[in-house]
């Protein structure tokens, strides 16, 4: 752990993109600002980043800079604070029977089956469909060194997986996938709360879930777990 080392943030270039469609809200123009992918990032750096509201896609950081639009606002869940709802317990039964794993490498075509069927099927009116072997490469298959894979399997059938960074305070959920054909399974809202079991584990503080948009139907999921901070005006507030 390196939370005692405190990054020299003012050496870090930011870029911005030209402005784009927002993937979110139709009527919206988006800009992102992205850490210099030449900047030697360690743990701590990433770490530090994250909790200023940074994120990672493959191998870039990145935090929305929108001129007209503050709608995402990036959200983290107080692992030891948090307290599992009615229909979240009964998620976590419903699912006793799956094993999980950590893995710190994967079988690439195992888990590209899985993730092409699950973005073809659940994702097939956003910018990642049609899934193929080299755009799942550069989003998830090419882990940093603090990436893990937690694999969910069914009797040995691989059935989800979370891809998730562990920083110095917190696991960040960079994406999961899973087979569509068992969505009364929850298995999206299961990945989460197995992540907030194994921040508990390993005596880190929060589970960070990216950003969340109000009015954006997709990102519903991410407040239902409570007690829940969002980072607005430069600080984490608890909701």
Not at 98 to 110: A, G, R, T
Not at 114 to 140: C, E, N, V, W
Not at 212 to 218: G, N, P, Q, T, V
């Amino acid at each position: 752990m390196s939370r005692d080392i405190a990054p020299d943030m003012q050496k870090i270039q930011l870029y911005l993109t030209e402005a784009h469609p927002c993937s979110y809200l139709s009527d919206k123009q988006a800009t992102t600002a992205f850490v210099d992918p030449k900047y030697p990032l360690n743990t701590a750096t990433y770490s530090h980043l994250s909790t200023m509201g940074f994120r990672r896609s493959g191998q870039y950081i990145y935090a929305p800079r929108c001129t007209d639009c503050k709608s995402c606002i990036p959200v983290r869940i107080p692992a030891n604070g948090f307290q599992p709802s009615r229909s979240q317990k009964r998620c976590l039964k419903r699912n006793s029977d799956i094993s999980v794993k950590l893995q710190p490498n994967i079988d690439l075509e195992e888990h590209y089956a899985l993730y092409q069927k699950y973005i073809d099927t659940r994702h097939s009116d956003g910018d990642m469909y049609p899934a193929t072997m080299t755009q799942y490469r550069d989003f998830i298959g090419k882990p940093w060194e603090c990436t893990r894979f937690i694999e969910f399997r069914l009797a040995d059938k691989l059935v989800a997986c979370a891809v998730s960074d562990w920083l110095d305070d917190g696991l960040s959920a960079i994406y999961t996938y899973y087979d569509p054909d068992l969505s009364e399974r929850s298995l999206g809202t299961f990945a989460i709360l197995r992540q907030i079991e194994l921040a508990r584990q390993q005596d880190l503080d929060y589970v960070y879930l990216g950003y969340w948009i109000r009015d954006s139907a997709k990102m519903t999921y991410k407040s239902k777990f409570r007690p829940g901070e969002l980072y607005i005006e430069n600080r984490w507030l608890r909701i």
